[in-house]
């Protein structure tokens, strides 16, 4: 049985009479959850000081309230690649992006420090299904061979969410407030959700009896078995943590700190801020669905990704030791960090094809772990650096942080960097075809 599955894999799920149209329709409508739950992710950067000042709390504080979304992620992620393995793609995205949206819709009401936490924590568990239930899906939909290009445009997607979050997200803030603003967030998901109600299916009509196949299969290899294959594999958490690695500048200017840092260090506007922190996801646009190409193109993983490591290495040292950098040398600095960590996108077919078939959402959420685990730990720390360094002072009832304080925490990155590098040496070379 294990070689029939593998011998119809993605080439009898993708057949050449399956439109190309539907393909993208139903792939990219279901990738539309990761797109809003990167705006879920990244909107706190914008809010960072009307949070602050309106629940009275530090930056740790806040680091940590924002890592409550990461912290049901992680918690979820474990079973979330056995569920979408197992049962419908479809309907678990409905739930899992209805409790998100309810979240999000409550976050933007309460007054409640604590409550905050409560439905935060609520939206992360949505993330825990967003990126796992696209891959899953691109994997039944399309050729192997084009994974890569496709996850790269998946992970497009999410990074234009990360962009709306930014200097979008910080005019409607300007007009609106930010309760008003996160509630506005709310609205869109529950449109996102009619969207993937009306135009997501599990996989092509002609693999009905292929996809019950696998869904046989799993159930005999039973649950622990399968988890246990995942977690126990080298290849699967080598990916893992190159991702996380290289996902920080994501982490830490994209999501929370990077418009306060700007606005403190360099003494721009808000808006000014937003719009320079935008380009790091204007550079993860473009960079995403470019690193996926080139691997393709030329036929390997691993070596792009160290490639990807060692120049984004050389980009934050940049940022960090020039001097006198002005708005425009930051707009670039910030395009290219976003345009080579994109990489990190390379992880993700690499360990598809390092991994069975139908074990492709739950190998895969080994590297959605270390990412969320990215964002879990280094937010919260990062603020804890910062309030280490403060001298307590205030600027508009909002803790002032001075330009050495940032330096220090900002050394995160570069040390990152390296650790990635070692990992993606660590990682075998897949040549761009499934291994089991």
């Known amino acids: 049985m294990n070689e029939s599955i593998q011998t119809f894999s993605s080439d009898v799920l993708i057949q050449e009479h399956t439109s190309n149209l539907k393909k993208w329709t139903v792939c990219f409508t279901a990738a539309l959850f990761f797109f809003y739950e990167f705006i879920q992710m990244n909107m706190f950067n914008v809010l960072a000081g009307d949070l602050l000042r309106a629940f009275n709390i530090t930056a740790e504080q806040l680091g940590s309230l924002s890592a409550y979304c990461f912290y049901a992620t992680i918690l979820f992620l474990l079973p979330a690649g056995q569920l979408l393995d197992r049962f419908s793609t479809r309907n678990i995205i409905l739930i899992a992006l209805g409790i998100c949206v309810l979240g999000t819709t409550f976050l933007s009401f309460t007054h409640s420090f604590a409550l905050a936490h409560l439905f935060r924590f609520m939206t992360g ?3 825990a299904f967003c990126f796992l239930s696209s891959v899953r899906l691109a994997s039944r939909w399309f050729h192997p061979k084009r ?4 996850v790269g445009l998946i992970v497009t997607m999410a990074m234009t969410g990360g962009m709306i979050a930014q200097a979008p997200l910080s005019l409607l803030n300007h007009y609106l407030g930010w309760r008003q603003t996160v509630f506005c967030v709310a609205a869109l998901g529950a449109i996102i959700l009619i969207l993937i109600y009306f135009l997501v299916q599990d996989y092509p009509p002609h693999a009905k009896h292929e996809h019950k196949a696998q869904c046989d299969e799993l159930r005999e290899m039973g649950y622990w078995h399968s988890m246990l294959r995942s977690y126990l594999n080298w290849q699967n958490w080598m990916g893992g943590i190159y991702t996380s690695l290289l996902n920080l500048p994501i982490v830490i200017l994209g999501s929370l700190w990077g418009s ?7 003494h721009f506007s808000p808006e000014k801020a937003a719009s320079i922190t935008s ?14 190409w080139f691997s393709d193109y030329i036929g390997y993983r691993r070596r792009p990704m ?3 490591a060692i120049f984004s290495l050389a980009v934050i040292l940049a940022l960090l030791y020039l001097p006198h950098l002005t708005a425009s040398q930051l707009m670039l600095g910030f395009f290219l960090l976003g345009f080579i960590t994109s990489a990190q996108v390379i992880a993700y077919p690499t360990i598809a094809e390092s991994n069975p078939l139908i074990l492709t959402a739950t190998a895969v959420s080994v590297i959605s772990i270390s990412t969320q685990i990215g964002f879990a730990v280094f937010q919260p720390f990062f603020g804890r650096i910062l309030d280490y360094y403060w001298d307590g002072s205030k600027l508009n009832d909002i803790p002032f942080y001075s330009p050495i304080c940032y330096h220090i925490a900002m050394m995160i990155m570069p040390l990152a960097f390296i650790i990635a590098l070692l990992a993606a040496c660590l990682m075998k070379e897949t040549f761009c075809r499934r291994q089991t």
Do not use: W
């Open 125 to 127: 568990i949505g993330s």
């Open 147 to 150: 994974l890569a290009l496709v």
């Open 260 to 266: 306060l840092y700007l606005q403190q260090v360099y």
């Open 279 to 292: 380009l790091l996801f204007l550079g993860s646009i473009l960079g995403c669905p470019a690193a996926g």
């Open 306 to 308: 160290i490639l990807g």
